[in-house]
């Protein structure tokens, strides 16, 4: 290997291939660091100095040994990246895939920069040319990748209702990788460096870029809506109980009203049964009396509000389509859950078993619904007849009882499930729908 480097050149560049890429990779999750802020700093001062150590074992080291120092520093990389960021997995796979891609196109664009520039330079890798097209090109690529990344790519990723859609998300910039390999790299019988001075390559790797960032685009708009359209129908959960609740005490003061205007009539019948000492007949009267009074008494399923209304509004309406309608709830009056989140996810489970029953009237119609708090878990299960089998799109999400398409329903209870570290699981046997939850009350 030619040596017509500095060590300053060595160090200089050994900065540049880590610092700018891990500072742009801990920028999305600079909430969400395992450790604080300034620790997390003299981590990245000592990766950084260990980095500068494998710059210089590579540069004054054997050709055999490039290789290995070059894993090594990729494998440190991403251990000290997982080792700062406390976020879901996927979605911190993602940003370090994404930057990778990243971190290829601009090594590739500057050692075409600098043949062009100084093409007697080029050959070497760690020159002051190289480093000052790197610097330059990151300047440019990593500011236009820091504003997508703050505008378009942060909001989503602080999102927690939709976390399990990250799961499989980091597939997207594995593929533009394996893209951008396949059309470079494949086939090519040319070094890494040949290669890289080929203006043509840049130029297609560049395109491919901005066809990953524009998908990129696109799926942060989508969760985005999908986290929008997550946001109305909690709300309209919400405003549901509420008017259940309105509803309810709606009824009973009318009840209680038409009590009070009928009272005088039945009071004038009781005083002429009294003034005729006709006390056998008052007795009968005051017993039909008595049965026609509006019953006081409320329905109580457990002591918990929210449930209790959820569970009275739709034992009504499955009485009403004589559906068999069980319920063997103990869910205390308070519990470490929104209340919100706790109507979203009882709400659209009782919902769904209660019209999933109603779309097939020439069968038996049955619910089945227990919870209760165990260990510091609210486990809660509904099990209603359904004859139709469950259906998924590719995405494995459940596609809708009551309308076509996926049920917005089910991807609400998903995400605030896996927001309480909880478990949702949905099995059908025997024309019978069993869905359970389990939720960590902390």
């Keep these: 290997m030619s040596q017509g480097f500095s060590t300053e050149e060595l160090i200089v560049y050994s900065l540049l291939n880590f610092l700018p890429y891990v500072t742009v990779a801990l920028y999305p999750f600079r909430d969400s660091f395992r450790f604080s802020k300034k620790n997390t700093a003299l981590l990245i001062v000592l990766a950084s100095f260990i980095q500068i150590i494998l710059g210089l074992c590579a540069g004054y080291g054997s050709d055999n040994a490039i290789s290995l120092i070059s894993l090594v520093s990729t494998f440190l990389y991403i251990f000290f990246y997982f080792l700062c960021v406390k976020a879901k997995f996927g979605k911190s796979l993602f940003v370090l895939l994404m930057l990778s891609n990243i971190s290829n196109f601009i090594v590739s664009l500057s050692k075409c920069i600098e043949g062009l520039l100084f093409p007697d330079m080029a050959s070497d890798i760690y020159r002051w040319t190289f480093c000052v097209t790197t610097l330059f090109t990151q300047l440019v690529v990593l500011s236009a990748v820091s504003l997508f990344i703050n505008r378009i790519l942060r909001p989503v990723l602080l999102l927690r209702n939709q976390d399990y859609i990250w799961h499989y998300l980091w597939l997207v910039p594995s593929t533009f990788y394996l893209i951008w390999y396949y059309n470079i790299y494949f086939n090519s019988t040319l070094s890494s460096l040949q290669l890289a001075l080929n203006p043509k390559n840049n130029i297609i790797a560049f395109l491919i870029n901005l066809g990953a960032f524009l998908i990129y685009y696109i799926i942060a708009r989508m969760l985005s809506e999908n986290n ?37 009539h039945y009071s004038t019948v009781i005083r002429s049964y009294i003034e005729q000492d006709d006390y056998p007949h008052l007795k009968e009267y005051l017993e039909s009396f008595l049965n026609v009074l509006p019953d006081d008494t409320p329905m109580s399923f457990c002591e918990n509000t929210v449930i209790n209304v959820l569970i009275s509004h739709f034992y009504g309406i499955a009485k009403d389509n004589n559906i068999d309608f069980e319920a063997d709830v103990n869910i205390p009056a308070s519990i470490p859950v929104e209340d919100v989140d706790l109507t979203v996810v009882v709400g659209n489970l009782i919902e769904n078993a209660v019209y999933a029953c109603i779309s097939k009237p020439d069968m038996p119609k049955n619910i089945i619904i227990k919870g209760k708090v165990q260990n510091n878990v609210l486990l809660f299960t509904i099990d209603n007849t359904y004859s139709n089998a469950i259906r998924k799109d590719k995405s494995g999400s459940y596609y809708s009882t009551k309308h076509e398409g996926v049920g917005i329903g089910l991807e609400s209870v998903a995400g605030i499930i896996e927001r309480y570290n909880g478990v949702l699981k949905i099995e059908q046997h025997n024309n019978v729908f069993y869905i359970s939850v389990m939720l960590q009350l902390l």
């Excluded at 009824?251 to 009203?257: A, D, F, G, L, V």
């Design 228 to 264: 929008k359209n997550m946001q109305l129908e909690n709300a309209n959960h919400s405003l549901k109980m509420e008017q259940l609740q309105f509803v309810n005490l709606q009824n009973k003061i009318s009840e209680t009203r038409r009590a009070r205007h009928d009272l005088r």
